[in-house]
């Protein structure tokens, strides 16, 4: 009766100290939690700001990039935001348009997911989000892209004992909320960063651009204006592709078109100043995004170099960025860059181009 009490003592401890051992370690994951993700930004690149509810932490940032590639985030389960922003494609997914659950033809084109961090608003291709945040419930309950319902998420991650322990690493608590998974996704997604290209390892003296690639970025940012004598060409790209980033963070109608089938920032402005306005994508890895502009219309870089050159129609909608730029001082107004010159920037798009981004474990599937 001894030995048997003692074994049932002898067991109840082993458990004890088993429980012990695991109640020790879930402490250490959420000791963790508040530890910081540590960002490496160069100094070429613009200050940014982090919403004061929303710190980057390890954990926090772990939990995001889970879920930015669950599928689970979508009503039948067969897509995720990877699905339509892929790290080899610089985090777009090469179509013209996106495709949702279901087979679904979306409306407009995946934007590059690309230093969003230093983005502070006009999210989308019609700017109509506000901030990052804001930004990510969109396409989960999208009919065309996720067509989630909110709850319907929550449900299916709280079936997954992983999901447990990730929201209570990154959280303290086992409670998975909207707000939650809205954080942690913008918390991974303001980690995903190109800073390594070429034209930054240019700006910071470390590499020499090739006499095509300097003719190209001079091209990029020459202004061409033909009232004013003497002016050479340019490829008047640097008005709104501007700064290291390749992008003013602004909204343009850049003389696609004369009739309008999208409307753009118009659509939920409700303001005709507003038409076929669109947001200037950063041009960061531009040689793996392909097909171009917001409706993927452009399959090559020399077929956007063509447009610009030759073919932008000119409405009263059209930005006066785009009016005020020609090199004849005639109409139709041109840039009149010759072949070469359009190479030449073609060749400095190209230094662009991050390999170390693409192939980056930390934003790559789990």
């Not at 009919?143 to 319902?149: F, G, H, S, V, Y």
């Not at 409670?175 to 809205?182: M, R």
Request: proline share 5%.
């Amino acid at each position: 009766m001894r030995k048997y009490s003692f074994l049932l003592l002898l067991i109840f401890c082993v458990l004890l100290l088993v429980n012990c051992a695991k109640e020790i370690e879930k402490l250490k994951l959420v000791a963790a939690a508040d530890e910081p993700y540590q960002l490496d930004i160069p100094v070429q690149l613009p200050n940014y700001t982090i919403p004061e509810d929303n710190p980057i932490t390890k954990n926090g940032v772990e939990l995001g990039r889970n879920l930015f590639y669950e599928k689970k985030l979508s009503v039948d389960n067969t897509i995720s935001c990877g699905s339509c922003h892929v790290q080899s494609k610089g985090f777009t997914d090469g179509k013209k348009v996106s495709i949702g659950v279901r087979n679904q033809v979306g409306k407009r084109s995946a934007m590059a997911l690309v230093n969003l961090i230093f983005l502070p608003k006009n999210f989308f291709w019609d700017g109509r989000s506000t901030g990052l945040e804001h930004q990510i419930i969109f396409p989960i309950t999208d009919p065309l892209e996720m067509d989630e319902k909110i709850e319907n998420v929550i449900t299916k991650l709280n079936a997954d004992k992983k999901y447990k322990q990730l929201f209570l690493n990154a959280y303290q608590t086992e409670e998975i909320t909207q707000d939650k998974i809205v954080k942690a996704l913008a918390q991974f997604e303001r980690t995903i960063l190109s800073t390594n290209s070429k034209y930054d390892q240019y700006l910071q003296g470390k590499y020499i651009l090739t006499a095509s690639e300097e003719r190209g970025k001079k091209l990029f940012y020459q202004h061409p204006d033909g009232n004013v004598p003497n002016t050479p060409r340019g490829g008047n790209c640097g008005d709104c592709h501007s700064g290291s980033l390749q992008t003013d963070n602004l909204l343009h109608n850049n003389g696609l078109d004369d009739t309008f089938t999208d409307l753009g920032k118009e659509q939920f402005t409700g303001l005709a100043s507003d038409r076929a306005k669109f947001r200037t994508p950063s041009l960061r890895n531009i040689e793996l995004t392909a097909p171009y502009m917001h409706d993927g219309r452009f399959a090559t870089l020399e077929e956007v170099l063509d447009q610009y050159n030759d073919h932008v129609k000119y409405t009263q909608y059209t930005d006066p960025l785009m009016r005020a730029s020609n090199f004849s001082g005639t109409l139709p107004q041109e840039l009149g860059l010759l072949p070469s010159e359009k190479k030449d920037i073609i060749n400095f798009l190209k230094t662009l181009t991050d390999s170390e981004f693409i192939s980056n474990p930390k934003f790559a599937q789990p």
